[in-house]
């Protein structure tokens, strides 16, 4: 008898288009799930390891057309069920995990009752022992005050207790196989590592568990098995010792060596030759920027408590902070797009927060911005050209092109040509996107950059190759960065100095290497405990 | 009435190219007829509107008489052609009104300094605490039944609801993504208000107003029905129906047509409004 | 060196695992308090609107009721017009015509009518009763037109969802008295299931509900539809499938709440649509109420009496909408907690 739980082989999914051919979004795809293992689908968006997932539970949706050799769950063919055989087996002999417990939990309605209905749907005891057994699950998952959260609904919850509670709802029949699709996305480091904490948990217990992610570090801490997808096809596969430490497959090589993190720093993350030293800029000890004792309270609650940092020139001063930690305001604040309730911010030497609207407006060409989504900071009716004329037209730099050539090297610069002007925005790729948001961004020579989680929405090797681009141009232009993001690793990787914020506080600050290696405060010691590292491996 | 179908764009097509719907085409159709009724009347109608003939009178509609005749003889079909002249000019004067004043409020309530916009936005409440019609009839019993006073009260009936509408996207685009980054590349106000804010504020507008125009003259015609409006022997549509309303039990075809002529005209332009906002959204996503 | 800018945090005690129920109350209650005291300041507004616009009459109010009253157009005479003045004080000046008009209304004094030589308030309460289960009628009718339909054409295939779309655009944008016309013909003259002149018995009242019912049903099946199929479309119905639960089963127990949430929202803007259309309809059908006295009452300029309506009708809507406020708030509990 075969030791696997789950067999996929040779398995095809089209999707359906209108007055199109059909797209081949899944192509051959084989492999075998064994008995209290963990197997990873790695692959960045449009690698097809959701729909591979979906379709594993016979949730694929009606546009596409699977078909397989083999896809079988305990031996027992998956294609062609009814969808009453597939309403018994949902639930009770496979769990389904989604991302962003927020949305994946009816938001109306209290947990314990989504937990409850898992069971009822499978004719499990009565409401009383249905009560008793959501409280049991939910203290299995690890949520305290059990009886108290089950009647909470998912928004009442913070992000950490509500994907637990998803899980729960998953596990409730206890199935043996559990799938999780992107589980830890969207939370917080700390919280991300306790959530994988409950996974290993289930694996422990003998459960199988199949997650797809697009993070290698946070697949490395628990999976045994490793598949990686590109384009619909799987490119490397092996345990994850092999994958991760001799990747065989240029897109997985590529894969690892985009991750920046503290050994990349210096680096090239992307490219022909990633790894190689990346040129270094020039910094001087000049002061740009400067934040004096912030302070800034919405209703009430501290956004910013006391805050202050310095930015010199051609430096980068990463500012990292989980969600709530008033990164994000410190930013805005310091792009005097919001005035300090106390405290003051000095550019160059000038007073800058408090300033008139006018002698500010003299100041902003200085002081340049990139967001998370460039899409929303583009006027919808606007093309590329515009964008970037209008930026160039601000510009006091003595002109020695035209606007339009301008906008043209401005494109090169970052990576882009000549053909992108005409285009619209909405119509391009995230990475495009961005690198136009950073070619408006140089426009007026700046001599600061705020980068607000300008890489995070990015997939991994499109990520790499923006902070590559940054990172040069930082050598060419010499300017300075205050670059602000959740993600441990690229502010390892991009600053020179960090400063470390929770709750409106800044808890630490410093050179990157003394924060990161030698961290004093508990709070920056539990943020780099829980960063899921594929080092880890390296050291076993 | 048409508040809060506006808010919500119809399914979007996911056709690229020219390809008109096939109810936006015929909505076309419709609009224009009316449209060239309303600019040259005699060259549509078959008789004179005016001209009473009591020996045809209360006819049933008949090929010498294409819609009937009402209880002086009158042929209906050229009443009503030769009435929409004015149905449709008060639609479009209440229309232009109440988009003035939705204007006006809207764009205080959302981007004015705060002595103006809390005042405005206050008064928009109690504003929108009246229905549409109650409005309308404020201002009716104020001015008294005529064309003119019909126009005006339609549009103040109808201002506040527009307004509300206005006023949302007017604060919606104030605080985007696109505004603000203006704002942090250094250009000053006026300009963030005349580059960005003024014109994507607008571009929703446009389909509203195709959508109002028909329902200003649903509505300018229900106060014309109540009496409150236009007076007989005009020729305008809700008098017609007011004057059909008490031979309704011999001649249906007096008071069921001229409402036809009403929910065409008011169908057809919400079709042509809404397909103009499906293209505005759509175009640039 | 890197500097601890404060000093280490005690274990952490996240504030959220601590239970505080306490916080949910007091949130609501805030927010109660905002809503009641706002729907207050706005009934003044509308009183005070309506005043000020009935106040600013073209021609001297005591010649146009006595015009009125006589049947004839003509210029009076100061010694005909001291003792209306007297009588109704329009001598004074607005801001005391104002007070005194307000202090009228706290009293339940709506003033008299001119035209029908009665208090308004009584008026009023003779008429209220038929309007208001006219509307109440509706908005029922309204409601058992629009759920099922759009139930049964929501979420499935796109033809079906485009077919039951636009029926609900058209039926939204009849206008109310052309459907009255067209019910009345058909049904009650014609066929005669229905009596023509119905007065307020029970089957007088059911084609001016349905006249009133149809367009609204458009409003709200279109709202209901819309949120429906967006809520298709949020990963929590997958995660019900993939418990095991029938696509049925999800659109009946998780979407179905979801979608109802605009059309309880739509509701209190509705009785303010229905009662204003019930001027229409009542036209219509002859059938007594409200609606008929204002129509009467704004061509004879009879302004205390239209006042009157108006400023009730508004309070109506105004109290309605806060309890469909209210009634919101505590179905999604999404909106406490912000003010």
């Known amino acids: 008898m075969s030791n696997n739980v789950i067999e996929v082989r040779d398995l095809n999914i089209w999707a359906r288009a209108e007055n199109a051919a059909p797209r081949h979004i899944v192509k051959n795809v084989s492999f075998a799930l064994q008995r209290g293992q963990c197997l990873a689908l790695v692959g960045e968006s449009g690698s097809g390891k959701s729909v591979t997932a979906r379709a594993l539970v016979g949730l694929a949706g009606e546009q596409l057309q699977v078909q397989a050799n083999t896809l079988s769950l305990h031996g027992e063919a998956l294609l062609g069920r009814s969808e009453s055989w597939w309403r018994r087996v949902r639930g009770s002999k496979v769990g389904f995990i989604l991302q962003d417990a927020l949305v994946s939990l009816d938001p109306l309605r209290p947990v314990g009752k989504e937990i409850a209905e898992a069971l009822a749907l499978h004719g499990w005891g009565n409401a009383a022992s249905r009560q008793q057994k959501v409280q049991a699950l939910l203290e299995e998952v690890g949520v305290p005050q059990a009886a108290y959260r089950a009647s909470q609904r998912p928004g009442e919850l913070s992000g950490g207790l509500r994907q637990r509670a ?5 596990i409730a029949l206890h199935p043996d196989v559990l799938i999780a699709d992107e589980p830890t996305t969207a939370l917080d480091v700390t919280v991300q590592a306790q959530v994988l904490e409950v996974l290993r948990q289930m694996l422990d217990r003998g459960t199988s568990v199949i997650l797809i992610s697009h993070d290698l570090a946070v697949v490395a801490k628990i999976a045994d098995q490793i598949l990686v997808m590109q384009g619909g096809a799987i490119v490397e596969a092996g345990t994850a010792q092999q994958v991760l430490q001799q990747p065989q497959h240029p897109y997985t090589q590529g894969l690892i060596n985009a991750i ?19 040129p270094a800029g020039v910094k001087s000890a000049d002061v740009l920027l400067e934040a004096r004792h ?45 005035a300090p309730d106390s405290g003051e911010v000095l550019f160059a030497g000038q007073l800058w927060s408090h300033a008139s609207a006018a002698a500010q407006r003299a100041i902003r060409r200085q002081i340049a911005v990139v967001y998370q989504d460039p899409l929303s900071s583009f006027d919808p009716r606007w093309r590329v050209a515009d964008i970037l004329l209008d930026a160039i037209a601000l510009d006091q730099h003595p002109a020695t092109h035209t606007p339009r050539d301008r906008a043209i090297s401005l494109l090169q610069s970052v990576g882009l040509g000549a053909e992108h002007l005409n285009q619209w925005p909405a119509r391009m790729s995230g990475g495009q996107r961005q690198r136009v948001a950073i070619a408006r961004a140089i426009a ?9 989680e300008a890489v995070s929405a990015l997939d991994v090797t499109i990520q790499a190759q923006i902070l590559d681009l940054l990172s040069d141009l930082q050598a060419q232009l010499g300017v300075s960065y205050l670059f602000i993001s959740h993600d441990l690793g690229v502010i390892h990787h991009m600053s020179d100095r960090v400063l470390v914020m929770q709750n409106g506080e800044a808890v630490e600050q410093g050179a990157a290497d003394e924060v990161f290696y030698r961290p004093r405060h508990p709070y920056t010691q539990k943020l780099l405990a829980s960063l899921p590292r594929l080092a880890a491996l390296e050291i076993a | 009435m048409t508040t809060h179908l506006t808010d919500y764009a119809g399914p979007r097509t996911q056709r690229a190219g020219w390809q008109l719907p096939v109810s936006v085409l015929l909505s076309g159709i419709v609009a224009l007829f009316f449209i060239v009724a309303a600019l040259t009347p005699g060259a549509l109608a078959t008789h004179d509107p005016f001209a009473t003939d009591l020996y045809r009178a209360l006819q049933a509609p008949s090929w010498a008489n294409w819609l009937g005749t009402d209880d002086i003889g009158r042929d209906l079909y050229s009443r009503i052609i030769w009435g929409t002249r004015q149905s449709l000019l008060i639609g479009i004067g209440a229309m232009a009104i109440a988009l003035f004043g ?38 009716v019993a104020l001015l008294g039944p005529s064309a003119s006073s019909l126009l005006i009260s339609v549009g103040i009936g109808t201002a506040p609801g527009y307004a509300r509408l206005v006023r949302a996207q007017a604060l919606q685009v104030k605080q985007s993504g696109y505004v603000e980054a203006a704002r942090a590349l250094g250009h000053p106000w006026h300009r963030l208000f005349i580059q960005h804010i003024a014109p994507n504020v607008f571009r929703p507008l446009f389909s509203l107003v195709a959508l109002g125009i028909g329902q200003s003259v649903v509505w300018a015609s229900g ?10 022997p005009s020729p305008e549509w809700g008098a017609l129906l007011e004057a059909g309303k008490i031979n309704v039990t011999v001649a249906w075809w007096l008071e069921v047509l001229p409402g036809i002529a009403i929910v065409l005209v008011a169908l057809s332009f919400t079709q042509i409004g809404r397909y103009i906002q499906q293209r505005a959204e759509g175009e640039k996503r | 060196m890197s500097e601890l800018t404060s000093a280490p945090q005690t274990s952490a005690t996240r504030v959220e695992e601590r239970a505080v129920p306490r916080r949910r109350s007091v949130a609501l209650l805030r927010t109660l308090s905002v809503r009641i005291a706002s729907a207050l300041f706005v009934l003044w507004g509308t009183i005070t609107v309506t005043f000020l616009v009935l106040s600013v009459l073209p021609g001297d109010r005591a010649t146009i009721l006595l015009n009125i009253t006589s049947g004839q157009v003509i210029e009076r005479t100061p010694a005909e017009l001291a003792p209306i003045n007297a009588q109704y004080g329009f001598d004074k000046p607005i801001v005391e015509q104002y007070l005194h008009y ?21 008026i009023i309460a003779e008429q209220l009763l038929p309007t208001f289960t006219l509307a109440i009628a509706a908005l029922l009718l309204a409601w058992i037109i629009a759920i099922p339909w759009t139930l049964l054409t929501a979420g499935r295939n796109r033809r079906l969802a485009a077919f039951g779309s636009a029926v609900e655009t058209i039926m939204a944008g009849l206008p109310q008295y052309w459907i009255g016309i067209l019910l009345l013909i058909v049904f009650a003259i014609a066929l005669r299931w229905f009596p023509v002149v119905g007065g307020t018995s029970l089957l007088g009242t059911v084609l001016p509900a349905i006249t009133l019912a149809i367009p609204l049903a458009g409003f709200i099946g279109h709202a209901i539809r819309g949120e429906f199929e967006r809520s298709m479309q949020q990963p929590f119905v997958l995660s019900a499938r993939a418990r095991g639960m029938s696509l049925a089963g999800v659109r009946w127990r998780h979407v179905l709440r979801h979608a109802l949430i605009p059309a309880i929202t739509l509701s209190g803007w509705a009785i303010g649509n229905l009662l204003s259309g019930a001027v229409l309809v009542e036209a219509v059908f002859a059938r007594p109420g409200l609606g008929n006295v204002l129509v009467n009452a704004v061509s004879n300029k009879d302004f205390a009496l239209v006042s009157g309506i108006v400023i009730l009708i508004s309070f109506l809507y105004i109290v309605i909408n806060l309890v469909v406020d209210l009634i919101y708030l505590i179905v999604d509990p999404r909106l406490r907690g912000r003010a």
């Open chain 1, 444 to 452: 007026t020579h700046p001599q600061v950059i705020v980068l607000d």
């Open chain 1, 166 to 170: 998803l899980i729960a709802s998953a």
């Open chain 2, 223 to 232: 106060l014309s029905f109540l009496g409150l409006g236009v007076v007989p």
């Open chain 1, 260 to 278: 920046p993190s503290e050994h990349t720093k210096g680096q090239r993350l992307s490219g022909s030759a990633p790894g190689a030293p990346a």
């Open chain 2, 102 to 139: 939705a204007i006006v409020l809207g764009f205080s309530a959302a981007l004015g300094p705060r002595w103006l916009a809390e005042p405005v936005n206050r008064l928009l409440e109690i504003l929108l605490a009246f229905p549409t019609l109650l409005l309308a009839l404020l201002f």
């Open chain 1, 294 to 338: 912030i302070v800034k309270r919405f209703r009430g609650h501290s956004a910013v408590a006391d805050v202050s940092f310095t930015l010199r020139r051609g430096e980068t001063l990463g500012i990292v902070g989980e969600s709530g930690s008033g990164k994000t305001t410190l930013s805005r604040i310091a792009l005097a797009l919001e």
């Open chain 3, 102 to 122: 307000f202090w009228q209304l706290l009293h339940a004094d709506f003033g008299f009518s001119f035209e029908l030589q009665r208090p308004v308030v009584h």
